[in-house]
């Protein structure tokens, strides 16, 4: 197989940016010369770096200062922010998320109800959909509801939530409301505060095209002062070097959901594709993405394959999900476009093509035509 960057359709997955590779490359050799100079300055040098990375994040979803805080991944973040939550938030009252929420969401809250005395209401599709509509969402979300865990773009079709409908809804109903921006988050436009919500979480992956194991957790400052995350270390208080052990106290911000030395190196090795990222145009990145998408959506209507991702661009993110009817069929696809050079993958009978800046139209044109091909035998 012969890799081809403009035939990477992987963006909901990884993500690629021209100049990747020479940017990491650079940025971890001078980590690894910093971290092995025979002195005491590395500290300086990797706080500096791990304060970079989120100031980069709180840029791109208009998050205040003392707001926003690195994390492993998007369930870890979700964890912090749940066990941290004063005990008569959530006991004897609902959560609620969608059935297409990212898997491993549900897996965390479906452990978590058991402790913390919750019940786990999950909002699934109405018979013949293939996502959770918004009007479904809302017709479960009562006053009951402590929290709602909301996906913003569903992994699984692309369906985009009306965030400020849901939240607007759950101003009204008394809820806690937070967002997993994962699968969109540097492809759409995003701020905490338009809608306001009261807490987000996020991986750098996707459209970030940074590195696993840095996530992001923002939290609204007025929820930060009601939590006490049960993580607690001395990164969490508002002096670090307190040694007394009978004396600790948290501090007033979102510092507070640091525990123990923090793992700088995947907030290091992402500060390049977010320094990246925030130099370009993302309205052009958005309208390519959108032109190619279209050229898919025609490509399949021509093929007679079913579409599992909204039609209306106003209502999806960008990724476009394609039913192929069997596992064979698909994985045969797949080997097919991989043997041309072709970056997609599949999730059992459906295949998933995420196009971005480094796709280009001439190889969209080529994907569909290699796609009928192969499903036509030739």
């Not at 005491?40 to 304060?51: E, I």
């Not at 990246?276 to 309208?287: E, K, M, N, S």
Request: with cysteine; charged share 20%.
């Amino acid at each position: 197989m012969t890799d081809r960057k403009e035939g990477y359709f992987l963006y909901h997955s990884i993500g690629q940016y021209p100049g990747k590779e020479a940017d990491l490359s650079k940025a971890m050799a001078e980590l690894a010369s910093v971290w092995s100079a025979p002195d005491d300055q590395q500290w300086s040098y990797m706080l500096g770096k791990r304060a970079e990375f989120i100031d980069l994040w709180r840029a791109l979803i208009d998050a205040p200062e003392r707001s926003t805080t690195t994390c492993e991944n998007v369930t870890q973040g979700v964890h912090m922010l749940l066990t941290s939550l004063p005990a008569d938030r959530l006991r004897g009252r609902t959560v609620l998320v969608a059935a297409d929420c990212f898997p491993s969401n549900h897996f965390l809250l479906s452990r978590l109800q058991e402790r913390f005395e919750f019940e786990l209401k999950t909002v699934h599709p109405r018979q013949g959909a293939s996502w959770v509509a918004d009007d479904d969402m809302i017709a479960e979300w009562d006053s009951d509801v402590a929290l709602a865990l909301v996906t913003w773009v569903s992994s699984t079709t692309s369906h985009k939530t009306n965030l400020e409908n849901l939240a607007t809804h759950g101003r009204a109903m008394g809820s806690l409301i937070g967002v997993d921006i994962t699968q969109a988050a540097g492809l759409l436009p995003f701020s905490v505060q338009e809608p306001e919500i009261d807490f987000a979480v996020s991986t750098s992956l996707k459209w970030m095209c940074g590195t696993p194991g840095a996530g992001m957790l923002y939290v609204h400052p007025d929820l930060i002062a009601e939590c006490r995350p049960e993580l607690r270390g001395w990164f969490s208080q508002d002096n670090p070097f307190n040694w007394d052990i009978d004396a600790f106290d948290y501090a007033p911000d979102i510092r507070r959901f640091d525990n123990g030395t923090p793992a700088i190196l995947p907030a290091a090795a992402t500060v390049p594709a977010l320094k990246w990222h925030a130099t370009i145009d993302t309205r052009a990145l958005l309208h390519h993405n959108r032109l190619l998408c279209d050229i898919v959506i025609e490509g399949t209507d021509e093929l007679g394959l079913t579409l599992l991702t909204p039609r209306n661009e106003q209502e999806r993110g960008g990724s476009l999900m394609i039913d192929l009817t069997s596992e064979g069929i698909a994985s045969e696809t797949l080997a097919t476009l991989n043997a041309a050079g072709f970056s997609a993958d599949i999730r059992g009978t459906i295949l998933r093509l995420s196009p971005g800046i480094q796709t280009t139209e001439e190889a969209t044109r080529e994907l569909v035509n290699l796609l009928g091909k192969s499903l036509s035998g030739q």
